[in-house]
C-alpha cells in the first residue's frame, strides 16, 4: 500500500510540476473519445432502422463475433458457377469397383437435338469418351482395358437418364398408407421450413419402379398444400446399400468450393391451399388472403435479410480486431430457406395453374426481389407467354402433357400447350407428379406432348436437359456429353414410340437391372410393319375441324367390322382399295365394290377422305368413369351426387339409375367423342357398397330423348364397391360388404319377382360390375358366383379393377368371370394391390399377359376421365408390348366388342350401329396404325351425331 502511494504521488508531481500542458491535452483527448462515441450511436442509432440493434460496445462474445463473421464471410463469397465446369473426370457419386462400359453402334439421342450412331464408354461415374460415326468413319474405337463390358447395341436407341422435376416419390410412398404420407405439414400455410430430405423413404417401392421407366434423377418436393410447403430434394434413383437419404442426393460428395450446392424450394397458389385452410377456418380461405400471406411472409424475411447485411456491412468497417458488436448476427430457421431464395442460393418452383395466379406469383417476385426458377403444373401458361415473360429471368413450365380437369383451374387447359409455349421461347419440361401419375410412364407423357405438337428434341429435352438446366444441373445430368455423369438409358425402340420401354438403365455408371449383354444385343421388339416408327406427318396446323352429313373415305389399309370379320387392303389398285360410304348417317357400303353406292351419292358433293392406308376401329367404349354424371370432379355443383348407403337386402327401389342423372354436351364428353370413344358405360356415384346400375350411352348425343338411340342399354351392369374404400359406419369391413352382397342376392333369388334388379342380377339377365382389385376379394367373389350357382342362379361377374387378378387367372377362366383393368398397367398403390407386375425391365412379365395366357376374358378400363381418350394408346400399348401373344384384332377388342359382351350391349336390336351395311355409322378413322403414338385420327362417325366429324382437334 505505501508503494502504491508513493508512485500516486510521484505521478501527480509529474503532472503538476513537469507536464504543465498535460491537462489541456488531456482534456482534448477527453472530448475527442466523448464525441466519437456520441458519433458511433448516432450512425448505429439512427442513419438505419435496421442496425438500431446493432451497438459497438463488446457486448458478445468473441467466438459470437466470429461465427458471424464467417457466415458474413460466406454470403460474399463467389459460388462456382456450374456452367463454366467443363472436364469433369470423375463422378463424386461414383462407386469404386463399378466395371467400366463401352456401349457400341449406339443410336445415340443426345438430349440437346443431336441425333447420331456411335460409341460411348462409361467409366468412373461418367461419360468419359463419345465417338460419333460419320458415314465413312465406322473404323472408329475407343480403346478399353481388359475388364470392360463391351455391348454391341446394334443400333438401338440410347438417351440420357431422364429427369423428373416435379415428384413425390418417397414421402408419398406405395402402398398408400397414413404411415407412410409425409407430403404435406397442414399445420400452418407458411411452412418454408420443411426439408422433403427429413421424410424421404428411400425403401419406397416406387423408387425402383420409377427408375425402371428410365428415370434416374427426381426433384422430390414437398405437396401443394400449403402456400410455401418447404425445401425439396434432388435424388438419383439409385439404390443405396446404406439406405441413406444424404448418400441417394445429387450433391452427395461434391466440393462445394468447386460446384455449386442448389436448394430447391416449393410453394403454391390457387386452389389446393384455399381448399386445405378453408376446412380449418382459417387464412387463407381466398385468393386475397394468399396473396396478403406471401407478401408478410416475404417482407419478413426481406427484412431479415437486410439486417444480415447490415450487420456484415457494420461488422466489416470496425477499426480494430478488438472491437466488438453488441448483438449476434441476426438469424432465425424459420426463414433460412426464404434467405437463400433471396441470396440466389435456391431454386423456387411453384404449383400454380390459373392465369391470374401465376401473374400474381411474378408481380410478388419484382416486389420483393427474388427469381422463380418454374411454374409446375400451369396448365393455363399456354394463355400468357407474354406475361411469364415480364419475370425478371428466364421460368420453365413443368407442366402435364395431357391430364387436365379434375378441377376448375386446371379445366380450360390445352394439349397444344407444350408447343404453343415452345414456339413462344418459353421452355418447356414435363414431369409426373408422381403419384398423380405413375413416373415410370415419364418418356409416355414426352411422347403425348410430341403427338399434340412439341417438335421431337423438344419432346426428349423436355424429359433430359430443360430439367436439368432448371434444377441447375445442366453440367452433369440431362444430356450425353464427355464428362456428365453415366446416367444412360437403352431402350426396346424410339422413347417416343407407344410403349418403349428401357431394356437396361445406367445411374452413376452402374446397371440398375442386371440386364444380360447378350439381351441387350439381341433383343429386338417385334413390330410388324404398321408399328414401324412414322413422323413425316404432313403439318396439320392449320387443318380445320368440320362436320360432314355425307363421306367418302378411300383408300382404307383396315378396317376391324366386327369380332369375326376383318378386311384388309390387299392391292395398290384404286379400283381394288378399301372404300366405306357414309350417305345420312348409315353405313351405305364397305368394301372394294363400292362403285355404284360412290355414284350414288357424288350427286350430293360429299368430302372425300383419303386414308392412305389408314385403319378403321369400331367406336371405342369407356368403363369406369364418371362420364355424363360430372364436369369437374372437384366442383359439387357441376356433379350428380353421390348415391344413398344401402344395408337393406330389399332396397332394391334405393338403388340409383345413372340414366336419371345423364347431363350431355359436356367438355369431358366432347373430348371423349373426338377421340373415337363413342359408348360409355357409366355407373351411379357412390361411397357405398351398393352403388347403382349403369347406363350405357352415345357420348356425342344431347339428351337422354334424342331420337337416333342415344341410349344403348339403359340397365348394363348392377356397379359394387369391396373393400377399404367403402368402409363406413353401416358397413365396416370387407367381410360385412361380402356378406351384405350375399343376402341380397340370396333373398332376390328366392323371393324377388324377376323385374327386381337384384333377381336379374342373381340370375344372370344383368352383370355384377365390382371394383376391386385384391386377390383375396376376387376369390371371395369366386366363391359368392358358386353359392348362387348352387342356388340355381347364374351370376355374371365382371371384375373392374383387377390389379392382383393374374394370381387366379386360372379359375377366373374356369369360372367364366371377366376381368376390366382398371388402369391398364396397374401400380401397387394400394395394399390390395401390392402384388402387381409392373413390367421389364423389372419383372419379365405382366399381370395382363398371364390372364390372356388362361383365356381369361378381359378389357380395359378408363383410370381417369382426361384419359378417356387415351383408350386406343392403353391398348396399343399391351399390343406392343405382349411378345406376341395378343393380336390387332384382340388389341381392338380390349375397347369395344369384349366390353359389348360383358355388358351385353349387343342385345338391343333396336340400336344395331357399327360398321355393317344399313347400320347407324359407328366408327373412328386414323391416317394411320391407331396403335402408332404418331398416327392421328381424321375421321368420327357416329357416338350419338347424324354428321361425321373430320379432322378432329383435341384441345
Not at 463469397?77 to 469433369?88: G, M
Not at 416435379?166 to 407412410?180: C, I, K, N, Q
Request: charged share 25%; proline share 4%; glycine share 6%.
Amino acid at each position: 500500500m505505501t508503494k502504491y502511494n508513493n508512485v500516486n504521488q510521484q505521478v501527480k508531481n509529474a503532472f503538476n510540476k513537469k507536464i504543465p500542458n498535460l491537462k489541456k491535452y488531456t482534456t482534448i483527448f477527453l472530448a475527442l473519445v466523448i464525441f466519437s462515441s456520441l458519433y458511433t450511436i448516432y450512425v448505429v442509432h439512427y442513419t438505419s432502422f435496421s442496425r438500431k440493434s446493432i451497438q459497438y460496445s463488446g457486448g458478445i462474445s468473441y467466438e459470437t463475433y466470429k461465427y458471424g463473421w464467417s457466415k458474413c464471410e460466406e454470403i460474399k463469397r463467389i459460388k462456382p458457377d456450374n456452367n463454366n465446369i467443363q472436364n469433369r473426370i470423375k463422378n463424386p457419386r461414383y462407386v469404386p469397383g463399378t466395371k467400366n462400359v463401352l456401349l457400341k453402334n449406339a443410336r445415340i439421342l443426345d438430349g440437346i437435338g443431336g441425333d447420331f450412331i456411335g460409341d460411348l464408354l462409361l467409366k468412373d461415374g461418367i461419360i468419359s469418351n463419345i465417338v460419333k460415326f460419320e458415314d465413312d468413319d465406322e473404323k472408329r474405337r475407343i480403346n478399353v482395358t481388359d475388364d470392360t463390358v463391351i455391348i454391341d447395341l446394334k443400333k438401338k436407341f440410347v438417351s440420357p437418364g431422364l429427369i423428373d422435376m416435379h415428384s413425390h416419390a418417397g414421402v408419398d410412398s406405395w402402398p398408400f398408407l397414413r404411415s407412410t404420407d409425409d407430403t404435406n405439414e397442414e399445420t400452418d400455410p407458411l411452412t418454408p421450413f420443411v426439408r422433403a430430405k427429413d421424410a424421404i423413404n428411400p425403401s419406397d417401392p416406387a423408387i425402383r419402379i420409377i427408375s425402371s421407366g428410365g428415370v434416374t434423377t427426381s426433384l422430390i418436393l414437398p405437396g401443394s398444400g400449403n402456400l410455401m410447403g418447404g425445401e425439396g430434394y434432388v435424388i438419383k434413383l439409385r439404390q443405396v446399400s446404406t439406405l441413406s437419404v444424404e448418400d441417394m442426393g445429387i450433391n452427395y460428395g461434391i466440393n462445394p468450393e468447386e460446384e455449386k450446392e442448389w436448394r430447391w424450394l416449393k410453394m403454391a397458389c390457387g386452389e389446393n391451399p384455399k381448399k386445405v385452410y378453408r376446412f380449418q377456418n382459417r387464412m387463407p380461405t381466398t385468393r386475397l388472403g394468399e396473396g396478403w400471406l406471401f407478401r408478410k411472409k416475404f417482407e419478413e424475411a426481406r427484412n431479415l435479410f437486410r439486417k444480415q447485411n447490415d450487420w456484415c456491412d457494420f461488422a466489416s468497417k470496425l477499426s480494430s480486431t478488438n472491437e466488438q458488436l453488441n448483438s449476434p448476427f441476426p438469424e432465425d430457421l424459420q426463414y433460412d430457406s426464404l434467405i437463400a431464395l433471396f441470396r440466389n442460393d435456391a431454386k423456387l418452383n411453384i404449383h400454380c395453374y390459373e392465369t391470374f395466379d401465376i401473374e400474381t406469383m411474378i408481380r410478388h417476385s419484382l416486389e420483393f426481389n427474388f427469381t422463380i426458377t418454374a411454374f409446375h403444373h400451369a396448365l393455363d401458361a399456354y394463355r400468357i407467354p407474354d406475361v411469364i415473360k415480364r419475370a425478371n429471368s428466364q421460368i420453365t413450365i413443368a407442366t402435364f402433357s395431357d391430364l387436365w380437369g379434375g378441377k376448375k383451374e386446371a379445366f380450360q387447359a390445352s394439349t397444344r400447350s407444350p408447343k404453343i409455349l415452345a414456339d413462344a421461347g418459353i421452355p418447356v419440361a414435363i414431369k409426373s407428379d408422381h403419384p398423380v401419375t405413375n413416373a415410370q410412364y415419364l418418356a409416355f407423357e414426352a411422347a403425348k406432348a410430341h403427338h399434340y405438337g412439341l417438335e421431337e428434341k423438344l419432346a426428349i429435352a423436355s424429359v433430359t436437359s430443360v430439367p436439368a438446366n432448371a434444377l441447375g444441373l445442366n453440367h452433369r445430368i440431362g444430356q450425353i456429353t464427355i464428362g456428365y455423369d453415366a446416367d444412360i438409358v437403352v431402350w426396346d425402340s424410339h422413347p417416343l414410340d407407344l410403349g418403349a420401354t428401357p431394356l437396361e438403365v445406367y445411374i452413376d455408371g452402374i446397371p440398375q437391372f442386371d440386364t444380360p449383354a447378350s439381351v441387350l444385343t439381341n433383343f429386338t421388339k417385334k413390330k410388324n410393319h404398321s408399328l414401324e416408327r412414322n413422323v413425316d406427318k404432313k403439318n396439320t396446323d392449320n387443318t380445320k375441324e368440320r362436320t360432314a352429313s355425307s363421306v367418302i373415305i378411300k383408300n382404307i389399309g383396315k378396317v376391324f367390322v366386327d369380332e369375326d370379320t376383318i378386311i384388309e387392303s390387299i392391292s395398290s389398285l384404286n379400283d381394288k382399295n378399301i372404300s366405306i360410304v357414309v350417305k345420312d348417317g348409315l353405313v351405305e357400303c364397305i368394301g372394294t365394290n363400292c362403285t355404284n353406292a360412290i355414284d350414288i351419292i357424288t350427286s350430293n358433293s360429299p368430302e372425300v377422305i383419303d386414308l392412305n392406308g389408314g385403319y378403321i376401329l369400331p367406336g371405342m367404349i369407356a368403363v369406369g368413369t364418371s362420364l355424363g354424371l360430372v364436369e369437374i370432379d372437384q366442383e359439387a355443383i357441376t356433379s350428380d351426387g353421390f348415391s344413398p348407403i344401402i344395408i337393406d337386402p330389399n332396397s332394391e327401389d334405393r338403388v340409383i339409375k345413372a340414366i336419371d342423372g345423364l347431363k350431355f354436351d359436356s367438355k369431358p364428353l366432347n373430348v371423349a367423342y373426338k377421340a373415337g370413344v363413342l359408348t360409355s358405360i357409366t355407373a351411379p356415384l357412390s361411397l357405398s357398397v351398393i352403388n347403382g346400375i349403369s347406363v350405357a350411352f352415345k357420348t356425342g348425343s344431347h339428351s337422354v330423348i334424342d331420337s337416333d338411340g342415344t341410349i344403348i342399354e339403359k340397365e348394363a351392369a348392377l356397379h359394387v364397391t369391396i373393400g377399404t374404400l367403402v368402409k363406413n359406419d353401416h358397413i365396416p369391413s370387407v367381410s360385412s360388404q361380402i356378406g351384405l352382397l350375399r343376402r341380397i342376392l340370396l333373398n332376390a333369388l328366392f323371393k324377388s319377382p324377376l323385374r327386381n334388379i337384384y333377381s336379374k342380377v342373381a340370375r344372370g339377365l344383368v352383370p355384377l360390375a365390382v371394383y376391386t382389385h385384391s386377390k383375396d376379394e376376387i376369390a371371395s367373389l369366386i366363391n359368392l358366383k358358386k353359392q348362387i350357382s348352387y342356388h340355381g342362379g347364374n351370376l355374371q361377374i365382371i371384375i373392374i379393377g383387377g390389379a392382383e387378378a393374374y394370381l387366379l387367372a386360372e379359375q377366373l377362366s374356369r369360372y367364366n368371370v371377366s376381368v376390366v383393368l382398371k388402369p391398364s398397367r396397374p401400380v401397387p398403390d394400394l395394399w390390395t394391390a401390392k402384388n402387381v407386375l409392373t413390367g421389364s425391365p423389372l419383372t419379365n412379365i405382366t399381370g395382363i399377359e398371364i390372364l390372356i395366357k388362361h383365356k381369361v376374358k378381359i378389357a380395359l378400363g378408363v383410370e381417369r376421365t382426361a384419359w378417356t381418350r387415351n383408350l386406343a394408346w392403353d391398348a396399343g400399348w399391351i399390343l406392343t408390348n405382349s411378345k406376341g401373344t395378343l393380336s390387332e384384332k384382340e388389341a381392338v377388342a380390349l375397347v369395344s366388342w369384349n366390353l359389348e359382351k360383358f355388358f351385353n350391349l349387343n342385345r338391343n336390336k333396336l340400336n344395331q350401329q357399327g360398321l355393317h351395311v344399313g347400320n347407324i355409322a359407328n366408327f373412328v378413322a386414323y391416317d394411320g396404325n391407331p396403335f402408332n403414338l404418331h398416327t392421328k385420327i381424321k375421321l368420327v362417325a357416329g357416338g350419338g351425331k347424324k354428321d361425321v366429324l373430320i379432322d378432329p382437334i383435341q384441345d
